[in-house]
């Protein structure tokens, strides 16, 4: 009986010194954490890294965010350095206002930037042209100033007018004829005689005649040329030797008529045209008799 008293009495005083140890200041128990061991939370002084959008990421606009919120750049204008032509076509670029200028100095190209420096309303042979400055080349020439050929953004015509010498003359038409196809009397003795210059002269004189000259036995020579429809361009009758068809006559006819840089075939009258024509000629003899003869004419202006 007094061991287990003794024992209780032990259980006891176990049981009270371990209620006092758990309310003793400082004790802690196995899972406690003592603080002051961890190491300090280390404070980051550096500055937040940047990190790039990726490219392909799409962003949505917030409702407020409409196209008309977002401010745009204006393009700036296209700078001009003042009145200038530009080419519509490919033109070409001549020594003089007009196609009379040949041969041009070469063609420019669409979209070419031409500075104009002076104006005359009709070239030669006709139309308005317009003188410019290709910077590009450091040229100065003539264009023609239709409002096909060119876009300008000044008035040509308050330019001022320049004053440039004419032309030279072009070759006069070349002339490629048949054989004579017709009928004349034996003692009707002629020579045909083509040249560029004065186009035609007949040599013609009787063989029954003595003297045997040029124009000796012969009245008159009338010359016809009609066009390949059959059109009368052109007709003279002739009574003096050597019979030019311009008129004329030795040692030289009259060469060809020139007039606004074009051939033609009377003063005041229509260009002479490449083409077929027809060349009649009649000779009408002091004795009565004549010949009557053509010739198929092509005439090529060169």
Same mark, same amino acid.
């Given at each position: 009986?007094?061991?287990?008293?003794?024992?209780?009495?032990?259980?006891?005083?176990?049981?009270?010194?371990l209620l006092i140890g758990c309310n003793?200041?400082?004790?802690?128990?196995?899972?406690?954490?003592?603080?002051?061991?961890?190491?300090?939370?280390p404070t980051n002084t550096k500055e937040p890294v940047q990190t790039e959008a990726d490219p392909t990421a799409t962003t949505s606009l917030n409702p407020t965010d409409t196209p008309e919120a977002i401010p745009s750049v204006p393009a700036e204008p296209t700078a001009t350095t003042g009145p200038q032509c530009t080419v519509l076509q490919p033109l070409n670029l001549r020594s003089g206002p007009g196609t009379a200028y040949n041969p041009p100095i070469r063609a420019l190209e669409v979209e070419t930037i031409l500075i104009p420096?002076?104006?005359?309303?009709?070239?030669?042979?006709?139309?308005?042209?317009?003188?410019v400055?290709? @910077?590009?080349?450091?040229?100065?020439?003539w264009v023609s100033a239709?409002?096909?050929?060119?876009?300008?953004?000044?008035?040509?015509?308050?330019?001022?007018?320049?004053?440039?010498?004419?032309?030279p003359p072009p070759p006069p038409p070349n002339t490629d004829?048949?054989?004579?196809?017709?009928?004349?009397?034996?003692?009707?003795?002629?020579?045909?005689?083509?040249?560029?210059?004065?186009?035609?002269?007949?040599?013609a004189y009787d063989d029954n005649n003595e003297e045997?000259?040029?124009?000796?036995?012969?009245?008159?020579?009338?010359?016809?040329?009609?066009? @390949?429809?059959?059109?009368?361009?052109?007709?003279?009758?002739?009574?003096h030797a050597g019979f030019c068809i311009f008129a004329g006559g030795?040692?030289?006819?009259?060469?060809?008529?020139? @007039?606004?840089?074009?051939?033609k075939w009377q003063p005041g009258g229509e260009p002479v045209k490449d083409g077929n024509y027809q060349l009649a000629v009649r000779v009408i003899m002091e004795s009565g008799q004549e010949g009557n003869w053509r010739y198929q004419i092509n005439l090529k202006l060169q």
């Open positions: 009986m007094r061991v287990k008293s003794k024992l209780i009495i032990l259980g006891s005083m176990i049981i009270l010194i003793i200041p400082g004790a802690s128990t196995p899972e406690a954490v003592d603080r002051d061991q961890l190491e300090p939370t420096q002076g104006y005359n309303p009709v070239g030669i042979p006709g139309g308005p042209w317009v003188q400055l290709d @910077e590009s080349q450091s040229e100065i020439g239709g409002t096909q050929f060119v876009s300008c953004n000044t008035d040509l015509t308050s330019l001022a007018s320049v004053q440039i010498a004419p032309p004829s048949s054989a004579p196809d017709g009928s004349f009397p034996e003692n009707l003795i002629f020579e045909e005689d083509f040249n560029p210059q004065y186009f035609f002269r007949l040599r045997k000259v040029d124009g000796v036995g012969i009245n008159q020579v009338i010359f016809e040329v009609t066009d @390949e429809d059959g059109n009368l361009v052109y007709d003279r009758t002739e009574n030795e040692p030289t006819c009259n060469p060809w008529v020139f @007039e606004d840089n074009v051939y």
